[in-house]
């Protein structure tokens, strides 16, 4: 058998962040997805669906993180063909991004249903959580923004546009990783412990 490598820099292994990146189809999603995987990758103008999930993983660091850690992103679909597997996608996830179209808001029922399933499902608290409403590139005309969800109203929610203000995104996502990062890392711990133990 092979045995593992160790980098010689990193004498324990990286912690990794399982986030997931939901909400409703043509919101939005995979670009945001794509973005906070690769930074300089282009949003796309051409509306394309997930199929089930899309897995990106990356190391980054946050500013308030001192170190560096690896995010497993799982883009999931917002197709309901789908909703059998949500729960099982949810399933030890350390923080959630809900994306929702800013010209196509998705209704109470919908939110709650993204919520109960991916946020509460998962047990992600709302620091772990961030509620982005999102222009879309790909919508020939923009409508003028719409309420949020009555379910969403006391979220903490961003309003993004990626061509226009990526630093804001940027922003909201730092915000929620940190939050994850510290989830996932007190988990590892607890695990480490009970293994010791």
Not at 97 to 103: K, Q, T
Not at 153 to 173: F, G, I, M, V
């Amino acid at each position: 058998l092979a045995q593992a490598r160790r980098d010689p820099k990193r004498p324990f292994p990286m912690t990794t962040v399982k986030i997931l990146v939901v909400g409703p189809g043509k919101s939005g999603k995979s670009t945001i997805a794509n973005f906070l995987a690769d930074p300089a990758s282009q949003p796309s103008k051409v509306y394309r669906p997930t199929q089930g999930v899309r897995i990106l993983e990356f190391e980054t660091k946050v500013p308030k993180v001192k170190a560096q850690f690896k995010v497993e992103l799982w883009d999931v679909s917002g197709d309901r063909q789908y909703e059998g597997c949500w729960p099982a996608i949810a399933r030890t996830a350390h923080g959630a991004v809900l994306v929702l179209n800013a010209d196509d808001m998705a209704s109470d029922a919908d939110a709650e249903l993204w919520l109960k399933t991916f946020i509460k499902g998962a047990g992600i608290r709302v620091s772990q959580t961030a509620v982005l409403v999102n222009k879309c590139m790909y919508l020939a005309q923009a409508a003028p923004d719409v309420a949020l969800p009555k379910c969403l109203e006391k979220a903490p929610a961003t309003r993004t546009n990626l061509t226009e203000d990526p630093d804001a995104l940027r922003s909201a996502l730092d915000v929620m990783l940190e939050a994850a990062y510290k989830a996932a890392k007190e988990t590892s711990d607890r695990e480490e412990s009970s293994i010791l133990s």
